[in-house]
């Protein structure tokens, strides 16, 4: 057993890069430990990652505010504060906040994960289904 507690320092903006589109703060909560890592993210109105899939899947726990994930060849769809999100393994996806709200999730990454493209404006803007 490993318990990981958080340590008394900011955590990490970014805004652009090859991750992510807009401004968002991450703050890991636990490095990868056995191919797994815990990561919180706030996400600015207008922020999402870029595309990519997790090795092993990927489980995101909605903690405030409202968002927007879409999984490739399927439609957009809204997340909010309580919602799960299981991710499958090797699923191509991105997620990030909705264009007008914040949003903060918890990701709970298990393996690699392989970054892709930028989301276009004209994904990301679509109408919800
Ligand atoms: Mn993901």
Redesign the pocket.
Known sequence: MKIVSPVDEPGGSGRGGSTFTGEVFTYVTMEYTDGAAVTNVCFTPGAR?FW???ENG?I?LVLAGKGWTQSDGQSKQVIRAGDTVW?PAGEL???GATNQSYMTHK?I?LGN?AWSQAVSDADYQQDVS
């Open positions: 990652t990519h899939s997790h990927q995101l991710v996806h991105w997620h990701a990454s994960t």
